[in-house]
């Protein structure tokens, strides 16, 4: 099974703190996302790559910045947390884009800003 | 663009009871459409898939989602659930990229 890791499961950082959210994939997927989650509002897409150096502004990228230097790693960066940065944010892969691929999800990063 | 909308916010339900929860898309191109459940402190796991053919889709744990192109829904059923399906459920479309509705948490009750 292709597996999806995010290194840190709870964050806490301070108000103007850079923070990496680091997301690894261990099955040569293509394509890599992140979304962060709140309540009453879904998964929105902050950014995407469809390949190493290649990134993509989803919904929201307002406040952040990503890197994707080797095909299974992709960082979200966020130059001075904010607390209305305070969320859930899950990266997925996936071996495509289209409705064939279906994304697979690693289990969170629960960050809170202070 | 594509979007969907969930219709419900929370859903209680008793044990062994049947359940729907409802989705609606927004499309002017190939629909593909998914549902996705995320079970407390977990990561998102796909439950099922429409992609084209039948339009009555079966999926994992005993959900089913019926493809509806004149009413443009896509809503999940279960014929009776269990205390462990308490989760919440996304529902998405998929053109470039996995776009998600607001979720639906599904609380059963025993």
């Known amino acids: 099974d292709v597996k999806v890791t995010q290194s840190s499961r709870y964050l806490v950082k301070r108000t103007g703190e850079k923070v990496f959210l680091e997301c690894v994939q261990d099955m040569d997927h293509e394509n890599m996302f992140w979304y962060r989650q709140d309540p009453g509002l879904g998964l929105r897409l902050i950014y995407f790559?469809?390949?190493?150096?290649?990134?993509e502004k989803g919904d929201i990228p307002e406040g952040y910045s990503v890197s994707r230097e080797k095909k299974e790693r992709f960082s979200l960066i966020l130059e001075s947390a904010s607390t209305n940065q305070t969320s859930m944010y899950l990266c997925?892969?996936?071996?495509?884009?289209?409705?064939?691929?279906?994304?697979?999800f690693g289990s969170g990063t629960r960050l809170t800003v202070v | 663009a594509q979007s969907v909308t969930q219709l419900d916010s929370q859903v209680p339900v008793f044990e062994e009871a049947p359940v729907e929860l409802r989705c609606n898309y927004s499309s002017s191109v190939s629909v593909y459409l998914f549902w996705y459940v995320q079970y407390p402190n977990q990561g998102l796991q796909l439950l099922l898939k429409y992609l084209s053919g039948s339009t009555l889709v079966k999926g994992i744990n005993g959900f089913e989602a019926e493809f509806n192109k004149s009413q443009t829904s896509f809503h999940l059923r279960k014929p009776s659930v269990h205390i462990s399906d308490t989760a919440e459920y996304f529902c998405g479309t998929q053109g470039n990229k996995l776009v998600f509705g607001a979720g639906t948490i599904l609380r059963v009750k025993s």
């Open positions: 790559s469809y390949d190493v150096k290649m990134k």
């Open positions: 997925a892969s996936s071996l495509g884009t289209g409705g064939d691929y279906g994304y697979t």
